[in-house]
């Protein structure tokens, strides 16, 4: 099986030969084509910013960039490789040189999500595509059905987030060649597993973005955002960069046959217009590949717009989006990290009061801010209501590289809270109907920090390395300046090189071996008795009630009619509780036969009964 997604920009290998070479350059009024270092070609005008140009002898493997009038080379912004990062040439590629062997593959249905969000250079000590297929066993073994990848677009220096991409169309060269990236995911469906990838539509990164010298109409100073001016979705010009954006998301979902997008942070995205740009790429999502597979699209947004959110229920049992997939649910982690650490300064201070009742309403509503003011935002409204959107919408997590890098010291929560204290919020994780999702060695209470880390150049590497620390000033610990200096510079090859995973731990670490096994236990249970149940659910008709200030009862009916119920008190106190009646399928380790005939919740402990087709 062959692949590839046409576009009307970059280069195209020709059926009889030769390459063709087009780009979007509104800003100038000639551009050069350079080729493998050899003499210059002027490109032809097109029309509308428009040039191309036809090279009956270049190739696949061809190396080329554009010189501007000004004497400036520049690489193709839709270069599908760039060999020699992202200042360097260009490389010219055949998507169809790679041959798939996942002809069959059709995806999977979103109920049956559990995600692992994962780093492509800190996930092995090799530090690449290859070096995730190694582990892709070990994930289905954990019970783990779709990876959630990190940006590989390529960025600036050796290491980075990913979320500096300057060149959103090709694999960051450091994880390996294009092919490499396919074989990946085509080792992942061989295995049943699905592959989302992040993307950021929101910037381009800080260096290698070249698009300011000859296509300025690629952004709208009408915008401010932290990155400067905002892409320019709905002023003049837009329309060429909507296209380059929704073929970015197609190309990805065509070409390496992705089944979804994760969008990074569309509150960031600015754009007036109707359709907005998230509804138009769901739309070209959902007429495309859609038409033929289950495709995902998922955001994270910090505004809780539940209308990005909405269902069509009038097509079966189960719901289709209209829009997204599914959000992060980052009130529901604030609500885990506040209970299970106590800490409430920053945004968790918008969770500090009564956390176990907005714990409850993230497990039956989706947000917990539904148009609520937020304290931390100085009294502005944030959310929309969402009780009406069935759990499938939120993914729940206790960890995501953000909320771990963001951290002054990349702490993990397994670092800051205890182990009762994890293997109760880790049952209510992964068996509450909601699709969870772990970031890379949680599942085994890994002892590696996740740091931020990236590789610029010396001038700009200075001043993220002071505005790092300087960011961490306002809080009381950090106000030394002795001690800021102590944050890890995210330009030290060091620092990178503290978030590789290291999996011998398990063989060495009880504590490592036991943590795993309680993941491997709660997914086994989740595939067993929940994900069977979930298509059809609605929202579930979710009732809860507070026992104490942190403990809770919640049930939900099931797609089945079956009423799935959880009892956890996440708190110091022992509570008095009744017990439910159905099977029992999971009680923390403190939950001994005692506490279970004594009606009695133990400090941090969780347990999940299901009552089959009751009414």
């Not at 554009?66 to 490389?91: K, Y």
């Not at 990805?252 to 046959?257: G, V």
């Not at 138009?280 to 495309?288: C, F, Q, R, S």
């Given at each position: 099986m062959k692949r590839k997604h046409a576009m009307p920009f970059g280069a195209e290998p020709l059926s009889g030969g030769g390459v063709r070479f087009r780009l979007w350059a509104p800003g100038v009024d000639a551009v050069s084509l350079q080729l493998d270092d050899a003499n210059e070609l002027p490109m032809l005008t097109a029309g509308q910013g428009w040039f191309e140009f036809s090279h009956p002898t270049a190739?696949?493997?061809?190396?080329?960039?554009?010189?501007?009038?000004?004497?400036?080379?520049?690489?193709?912004?839709?270069?599908?490789?760039?060999?020699?990062?992202?200042?360097?040439?260009?490389?010219?590629?055949?998507?169809?040189?790679?041959?798939?062997?996942?002809?069959?593959?059709?995806?999977?249905?979103?109920?049956?999500?559990?995600?692992?969000?994962?780093?492509?250079?800190?996930?092995?000590?090799?530090?690449?595509?290859?070096g995730v297929i190694e582990r892709l066993d070990y994930l289905v073994e954990l019970g783990v059905t779709a990876l959630e990848i990190m940006p590989v677009a390529d960025f600036p220096g050796r290491c980075n987030w990913g979320y500096d991409g300057v060149l959103l169309f090709a694999p960051d060269a450091a994880y390996g060649r294009p092919d490499d990236f396919k074989r990946l995911i085509d080792a992942a469906h061989e295995r049943g597993l699905m592959v989302l990838l992040d993307v950021v539509y929101n910037h381009f990164g800080p260096e290698g973005n070249y698009l300011h010298a000859y296509a300025k109409d690629f952004f709208n100073p009408r915008h401010a955002t932290p990155w400067g001016a905002a892409i320019n979705f709905d002023s003049e010009n837009s329309r060429t960069v909507r296209?380059?954006?929704?073929?970015?998301?197609?190309?990805?979902?065509?070409?390496?046959?992705?089944?979804?997008?994760?969008?990074?942070?569309?509150?960031?995205?600015?754009?007036?217009?109707?359709?907005?740009?998230?509804?138009?790429?769901?739309?070209?999502?959902?007429?495309?590949?859609?038409?033929?597979?289950?495709?995902?699209?998922?955001?994270?947004?910090?505004?809780?717009?539940?209308?990005?959110?909405?269902?069509?229920?009038?097509?079966?049992?189960?719901?289709?989006?209209?829009?997204?997939?599914?959000?992060?649910?980052?009130?529901?982690?604030?609500?885990?990290?506040?209970?299970?650490?106590?800490?409430?300064?920053?945004?968790?201070?918008?969770?500090?009061?009564?956390?176990?009742?907005?714990?409850?309403?993230?497990?039956?509503?989706?947000?917990?801010?539904?148009?609520?003011?937020s304290r931390f935002a100085d009294g502005e409204l944030r959310g929309e209501p969402s009780a009406h959107l069935p759990p499938a919408a939120f993914i729940n997590f206790l960890q995501?590289?953000?909320?771990?890098?963001?951290?002054?010291?990349?702490?993990?929560?397994?670092?800051?809270?205890?182990?009762?204290?994890?293997?109760?919020?880790?049952?209510?994780?992964?068996?509450?109907?909601?699709?969870?999702?772990?970031?890379?060695?949680?599942?085994?209470?890994?002892?590696?920090?996740?740091?931020?880390?990236?590789?610029?150049?010396?001038?700009?590497?200075?001043?993220?390395?002071?505005?790092?620390?300087?960011?961490?000033?306002?809080?009381?610990?950090?106000?030394?300046?002795?001690?800021?200096?102590?944050?890890?510079?995210?330009?030290?090859?060091?620092?990178?090189?503290?978030?590789?995973?290291?999996?011998?731990?398990?063989?060495?670490?009880?504590?490592?071996?036991?943590?795993?096994?309680?993941?491997?236990?709660?997914l086994a249970l989740r595939r067993q008795w929940i994900t069977p149940r979930l298509a059809g659910m609605g929202n579930g008709d979710p009732q809860f009630s507070l026992l104490s200030d942190r403990a809770m009862v919640i049930h939900w009916r099931l797609g089945d009619s079956s009423l799935l119920t959880l009892l956890a008190n996440l708190g110091e106190n022992t509570i008095d509780a009744k017990q439910t009646v159905g099977t029992r399928l999971f009680a923390t380790s403190n939950m001994n036969n005692t506490a279970l005939v004594a009606g009695q919740l133990p400090p941090w402990s969780a347990i999940w009964h299901l009552q089959k087709e009751s009414r």
């Amino acid at each position: 099986m062959k692949r590839k997604h046409a576009m009307p920009f970059g280069a195209e290998p020709l059926s009889g030969g030769g390459v063709r070479f087009r780009l979007w350059a509104p800003g100038v009024d000639a551009v050069s084509l350079q080729l493998d270092d050899a003499n210059e070609l002027p490109m032809l005008t097109a029309g509308q910013g428009w040039f191309e140009f036809s090279h009956p002898t270049a190739h696949v493997g061809s190396r080329y960039r554009f010189r501007l009038p000004d004497g400036l080379l520049v690489p193709d912004p839709v270069s599908r490789s760039n060999p020699d990062d992202v200042h360097g040439a260009s490389e010219v590629i055949d998507p169809t040189a790679f041959d798939w062997s996942d002809d069959d593959w059709r995806g999977r249905p979103w109920e049956e999500a559990v995600i692992y969000e994962l780093h492509i250079g800190c996930f092995t000590s090799a530090g690449n595509f290859n070096g995730v297929i190694e582990r892709l066993d070990y994930l289905v073994e954990l019970g783990v059905t779709a990876l959630e990848i990190m940006p590989v677009a390529d960025f600036p220096g050796r290491c980075n987030w990913g979320y500096d991409g300057v060149l959103l169309f090709a694999p960051d060269a450091a994880y390996g060649r294009p092919d490499d990236f396919k074989r990946l995911i085509d080792a992942a469906h061989e295995r049943g597993l699905m592959v989302l990838l992040d993307v950021v539509y929101n910037h381009f990164g800080p260096e290698g973005n070249y698009l300011h010298a000859y296509a300025k109409d690629f952004f709208n100073p009408r915008h401010a955002t932290p990155w400067g001016a905002a892409i320019n979705f709905d002023s003049e010009n837009s329309r060429t960069v909507r296209e380059f954006f929704v073929h970015n998301g197609l190309h990805w979902l065509e070409e390496f046959h992705l089944d979804g997008l994760r969008l990074d942070a569309i509150h960031a995205i600015c754009d007036d217009s109707s359709p907005d740009i998230i509804e138009v790429l769901a739309e070209a999502i959902k007429t495309g590949p859609g038409r033929a597979r289950h495709v995902h699209m998922v955001l994270e947004n910090e505004r809780n717009q539940a209308r990005y959110l909405g269902r069509d229920c009038e097509k079966g049992t189960t719901c289709d989006p209209l829009q997204a997939t599914a959000q992060w649910n980052d009130d529901i982690h604030h609500v885990f990290h506040v209970l299970a650490t106590g800490e409430t300064d920053g945004y968790y201070t918008d969770y500090a009061d009564q956390p176990a009742r907005l714990l409850a309403r993230c497990l039956t509503e989706g947000f917990a801010f539904q148009g609520e003011a937020s304290r931390f935002a100085d009294g502005e409204l944030r959310g929309e209501p969402s009780a009406h959107l069935p759990p499938a919408a939120f993914i729940n997590f206790l960890q995501n590289h953000d909320q771990i890098g963001n951290r002054a010291f990349g702490e993990r929560l397994s670092h800051l809270a205890s182990p009762t204290a994890m293997e109760a919020l880790t049952a209510v994780l992964l068996l509450a109907p909601q699709p969870p999702m772990l970031f890379m060695g949680e599942e085994f209470a890994t002892t590696q920090p996740f740091l931020f880390f990236c590789d610029f150049g010396p001038e700009l590497a200075n001043a993220v390395t002071e505005g790092r620390r300087r960011e961490f000033s306002r809080f009381a610990r950090f106000a030394d300046p002795a001690v800021r200096e102590s944050i890890p510079d995210p330009n030290a090859a060091e620092t990178f090189k503290r978030c590789v995973l290291d999996w011998s731990a398990m063989e060495r670490m009880p504590q490592q071996r036991t943590t795993l096994e309680l993941h491997r236990q709660l997914l086994a249970l989740r595939r067993q008795w929940i994900t069977p149940r979930l298509a059809g659910m609605g929202n579930g008709d979710p009732q809860f009630s507070l026992l104490s200030d942190r403990a809770m009862v919640i049930h939900w009916r099931l797609g089945d009619s079956s009423l799935l119920t959880l009892l956890a008190n996440l708190g110091e106190n022992t509570i008095d509780a009744k017990q439910t009646v159905g099977t029992r399928l999971f009680a923390t380790s403190n939950m001994n036969n005692t506490a279970l005939v004594a009606g009695q919740l133990p400090p941090w402990s969780a347990i999940w009964h299901l009552q089959k087709e009751s009414r």
